[in-house]
């Protein structure tokens, strides 16, 4: 049988630039080379997409983008499924089977890297362009999670930078400690915790800096609990994980260095507990319309309600990262986590008529 072409777009114009090569290089290692032939993307910080053939160290070590490599694009004319790419100036015209982005952050997990996979017709690997931007957006994910009955923590939303100065009064009704986030960011860059009101100008100048719009949130107390997600109707879930924090908060740091914190996998909790997890997470999942994949995190509290925090479209993908960890829990292997994903996605544009 013929090998369906997979592109795998790795990079990207984001500050999780780096995290992204360490994803898509564990993806790599791991897909069945078998069943597919693999076309590599890489858009470097710059924003050039390129077509990469080397070998995938060189992503790794981020040493892929040689000033020799040809550009690609994908051609948003729906009547060629094709990617175009420039050789001496000529086109070439490469038909491919389904794109799978392992991009992490903007332009590339909130939707613009989706909707340009589906202006061309081609199959997508993962959330679409509605709730790929949704979920980028953490002030909109939770009010429409809320409406649906699930808890968010109380929070003041920060529009642009004068709404810090009209909305004061309402920040300093919120208790501490508080959390500062830029409103679409993620590997906790340009996130601070504050236990001093003292702390908040600061706090927000260096939130503003990784975007033009924040959130304020209270502490939720207990600790964060993930749940990978994978399906379209019929969801299937991994286990169930757990951060053990030691001290002050899952950051950039920590998230890629583990040094005073632990990911337990699957959580220590109880059964019923876990099975009332993934149950929100499907809800969750659902209500934020994600498809193909995505990993839901929350909050469980001492007295275990479970509080929405956020849903990631493209989570990590290292051979260590949380999502593939808790498939692995569930029974599905890494190889076969990714070909599972790609026959979702492959069948699910293939049946869907408009
Ligand atoms: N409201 C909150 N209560 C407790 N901890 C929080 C809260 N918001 C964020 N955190 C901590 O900050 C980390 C990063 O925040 P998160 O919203 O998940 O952003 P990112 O998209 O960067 O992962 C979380 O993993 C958690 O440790
Ligand atoms: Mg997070």
Redesign the pocket.
Known sequence: MKKKKIVVIFGGRSSEYSVSLESAFSVLSHIDQEKYEIYMIGINQKGEWKHFEGDIDFIQNDTWDYKQLHSVYINPDVSKHCLIEIIDKEIEEIKVDAVLPILHGKNGEDGTVQGIVKMAGIPLIGCDILSSALCMD?YRAHQLVEMNGIKT?R?VYLENYQAYHMKKQDILSLHL???I??LK???????S?IESFELLDEAVQHGFQYDDQMII??????F?VGCAVMGIDDLFVGRVDE?E?SD?????K??YSLQTSQIHMPARISQPLEEKIQETARRIYKILGCRVFARV?M?LTPDHEI?F??V?TIPGFTAHSRYPHMMQGAGVDFQELLTRLIEMGIEDANTRTI
């Open positions: 953490k923590p929070a400690p508080l959390y986030k830029p960011a993620g590997s906790s860059l340009g996130i915790k949130e209270e502490e939720i107390k207990g964060e951060i924090l002050g908060f899952f950051d950039f920590e998230k995190d909050f509080v925090n956020e990631n």
